[in-house]
Each structure stands twice: as C-alpha cells, then as structure tokens.
C-alpha cells in the first residue's frame, strides 16, 4: 500500500543524483516564434519530457524507487499498475537490475501502449475497467509471489523522482512565473509543487486534469478525497481515486486545477506537432491544452512552463 511520509526537497535533490545516470535531462524549450496564439507563445516555455526515457517522465520516479529498495526486496521481480506510461518506467528499472516486471493494465489501454510494454520485457496483464482496479490485482499479485510493488503516483520514493523535473525546469529557467502540470493520479505535480515550492516560494502551480477524470479538482472542491463513479476520457490521465499524500500536497501548493476536453487536448497535440515539431499523447499535451484554451490565463510578461509530458500520436490521429 501507499506510504505517507511526505518527501522533502533534499530528498528529491538525492534523487536526481541517484537516477542521473538513468534518464535524460531533457529540453526546455521557447514557442516563440510561432504563427497561431504568437501572443501566448511569446512567454511559454515546454519542457519536453515526452523526450525521456520510455517516452515519459514516469521513468524518473520508477528509478528512484529501484534504487532505494534493499536487494533483497527485488530478487523475486517488480510489479505495477499502470494506463501505460508508469508501467514502461517500471519495465524500463526492471531492465536495468535484469528483473522480470509485470504490468497490470486497464481493458481500453492502446494497443500500441501494450506493445511498447512487450517491447521492454514486461509481462502484460489486462485487469480491470480503470487503474484503481488493475491496481488491486498488482497488490494481491505483490502480497502473493513476494514481488517488489510500485504505487503510480503515492509513493514517497516515486514523488521524489517526478519532483526532478522541476529542478530542472528552474535550472534551466530560473525566472519561470508558473508551472502548469498535468494530473493524472498526483504523483508528478506533487513532487514538482514540493521542489519549486522550496527554490521560490513566489511560483504559481496550475493542476490540469482531463473533465472526464477531473479526480483532484472534485477532491480539493469537496476539501476531502472523492471517488469518481468512472474514468471518462481517452488520455491515459486518472484514478478514480486519489491518495491522502497526493491531496494534501496539491491542497497546500498547488494554486488552481483547471480542466480540459479531450478534443481540446487533441488540439493542443496537433498545435505542438503543427508549430514544433512535437508529436504529444493526448495525455501529454494536456498542460498545453490549458494554456492554448485560456483555461490558465496568462497576464502580459508572466514567464509560463508547461510540461509536455508524454509521447505518442494518438492526439493526432484519433
């Protein structure tokens, strides 16, 4: 099960040494100059972690977790739930300690994710209607054969590692007004919300979640964890249900959560692929999507990074 102890910024800065042999520090790059929304590209900058290892930041999180884990609790193989991207990160640690990985994965997970899978040695198990239930049968699948479990998003070792991306970005752009982040179960922008939080206490966070996954804004609305009835999205974003270490992070840093549609994301896909050459997941251009839309409104001379998160051609070809 998920831990609680929250993460520091020391802890995330360990991470970025322990997995820096292992993932890529990716570009940042400016939108500008560009020939739709010229105002807003102006001041937007992407970090392009569809660039990463596996094709998303997920790997920075899952080599965290390998590398803090005793031996001992390896020896048997690794095991997770994932919609995809958080699955290949994990089979990409298993590959670099040689250990067998099996990723449960939701029916209704793109072929060509489960392929890509395959691809990186993972045995591929498809369970359940959405993550949280996959995520059940890797738990029993964990507790029964001794295997080592890897949470998506609630764990403190998997916080820290997606919290580099952070360090990054403001290394990178050290005047960065705002950070727009997508959310899928939580796990990237708290760790990203802990870090730049701590480097400048001034920058704003703005959360984005699919409307049809919108799990945290109905939470942090409510001002408790709520649970959605289902997932009604095609981007590989969302639980039904968040985690208390996730909630209480974006509760405290995070300074909005908008939401967007799936054409809207897919929009935003093909302005990435049209305007620069960056073929995004429908989930990946979720951040971009916000910003292009208005949802995360930008005044005159404010300094925006939007995270694109994930590769892939489905936001612009379905």
């Given amino acids: 099960m998920p831990h609680t102890e929250v993460p520091s910024v020391r802890d995330i800065r360990e991470a ?41 930041f997920k790997a920075r999180g899952a080599i965290n977790k ?13 095991v997770t739930a994932s919609g995809g991207n958080h699955g290949l990160g994990v089979a990409y640690a298993g590959t670099v300690e040689k250990l067998p ?46 295997l080592a479990y890897f949470h998506a998003f609630a764990d403190p070792a998997i916080i820290a590692g997606q919290g580099t991306v952070a360090l990054e970005i403001l290394d990178q752009a050290p005047r960065t007004d705002t950070l727009v ?5 939580g796990g990237l922008i708290s760790g990203i919300s802990i ?17 049809g996954a919108a799990t945290l804004y109905r939470s942090i609305k409510a001002g408790r964890l709520v649970e959605l009835e289902k997932i009604d999205t095609a981007a590989g974003l969302g639980a039904r249900l968040s985690e208390p270490i996730n909630f209480e992070l ?40 916000a910003v292009l839309t208005g949802r995360c409104s930008i005044a005159d001379g404010e ?16």
Avoid at 111 to 119: E, F, H, P, S, T
């Fill in 16 to 56: 970025a040494e322990r997995i820096g042999p292992y993932v890529r520090r990716t570009p940042l790059i400016s939108c500008k100059p560009c020939r739709e929304f010229s105002r807003i590209a102006e001041s937007l900058t992407l970090k392009l972690e569809c660039l990463q290892v596996t094709g998303s």
């Fill in 66 to 78: 390998l590398k803090t884990l005793p031996a001992e609790n390896l020896k048997r193989g690794l």
């Fill in 101 to 146: 990985t099996t990723v449960f994965v939701p029916i209704g997970t793109p072929a060509a994710k489960i392929d890509k899978l395959r691809k990186w040695e993972a045995e591929v198990i498809v369970e359940g209607e959405a993550w949280d239930d996959s995520n059940r049968s890797a738990l029993a699948a964990a507790q029964r054969d001794g």
């Fill in 181 to 185: 982040v997508a959310i899928g179960g």
């Fill in 195 to 211: 870090a730049a939080k701590a480097i400048n206490p001034n920058i704003r966070i703005i959360g984005v979640e699919p409307v």
């Fill in 250 to 289: 974006v509760r405290r840093h995070v300074a909005d959560i908008v939401l967007v549609t799936d054409d809207e994301m897919r929009s935003a896909a093909r302005w990435l692929w049209f305007e620069l050459g960056v073929a995004a997941e429908l989930s990946g251009a979720a951040a971009v999507a």
């Fill in 303 to 318: 300094r925006v990074c939007a995270l694109v998160s994930g590769a892939g051609t489905d936001g612009m070809t379905n």
